[in-house]
């Protein structure tokens, strides 16, 4: 079982639509979770933390459920900016003083006119 | 500041060649990463250093060696290249929090191709 998995997509939605990415990890010892946007041939950027309570920026909401060792991203209102591979990461437990982080393989998003 | 700054962008080695990618932060982090992402994947660490004179290996530290001589400074070298390692190359460092996983500030990577 891969210490991340998220589903590779491609999601293609219109405009407008809302869209939801999954992601489940492997340890349940992990504590600390993020979504990471990278766009075509770029670097990963942070996109957003995710707390166990759930969190929102604008038109991202991201949800953390410790039970089922499951994180997810909701985008509302898709924009055709938001057209990118979406990754799901995850602290290696025991690396609070290395930082380490374990990364999902990411989700593709295509949003279309 | 520049923030994380990867050289080159771009390299073709043939195999059995070796090249240092240079990686240097401005920002005082005191961790430092080596990734690698392979087409449709995430991201595999090869090493990460924890501070100057300290380094370590990650998942995929075969072919590879580092060196951290200074806290700026964090080169990735490859020796003896092989196809195996085309792919690119992200250099990325954070600054450490007790108990708190920090935000990575990623270098703009490098595309690297052995023939």
């Known amino acids: 079982r891969k210490e991340v998995e998220q589903d590779p997509g491609p999601f293609n939605v219109p405009e407008g639509a809302t869209v939801a990415f999954n992601c489940t990890y492997s340890n349940s010892a992990s504590q600390s979770f993020f979504w990471y946007r990278q766009d075509c041939r770029k670097e990963p950027k942070l996109l957003m933390s995710v707390y166990s309570s759930g969190n929102e920026d604008g038109r991202f909401t991201a949800q953390l459920n410790r039970a089922s060792q499951y994180i997810s991203l909701l985008i509302r209102d898709s924009k055709l900016s938001d057209s990118a591979t979406y990754l799901c990461?995850?602290?290696?437990?025991?690396?609070?003083?290395?930082?380490?982080?374990?990364f999902g393989q990411g989700t593709t998003l295509q949003v279309k006119p | 500041n520049a923030g994380v700054t990867q050289t080159p962008k771009f390299r073709i080695l043939k195999i059995g060649q070796s090249m240092t990618l240079q990686c240097t932060q401005d920002m005082n982090h005191n961790y430092m990463y080596w990734y690698r992402q392979d087409p449709g994947m995430g991201l595999k660490l090869i090493y990460y250093?924890?501070?100057?004179?300290?380094?370590d290996k990650g998942e995929v530290p075969n072919g590879y060696n580092v060196s951290r001589s200074t806290t700026e400074d964090f080169p990735l070298r490859l020796e003896l290249a092989a196809p195996s390692q085309t792919s690119v190359y992200f250099c990325?460092?954070?600054?450490?929090?007790?108990?708190?996983?920090?935000?990575?500030?990623f270098g703009s990577g490098t595309q690297l191709s052995v023939l």
């Open positions: 250093s924890v501070g100057a004179g300290i380094t």
């Open positions: 990325a460092s954070s600054y450490p929090k007790t108990g708190v996983n920090e935000k990575l500030f």
């Open positions: 990461v995850v602290n290696e437990p025991g690396s609070s003083n290395t930082g380490k982080l374990i």
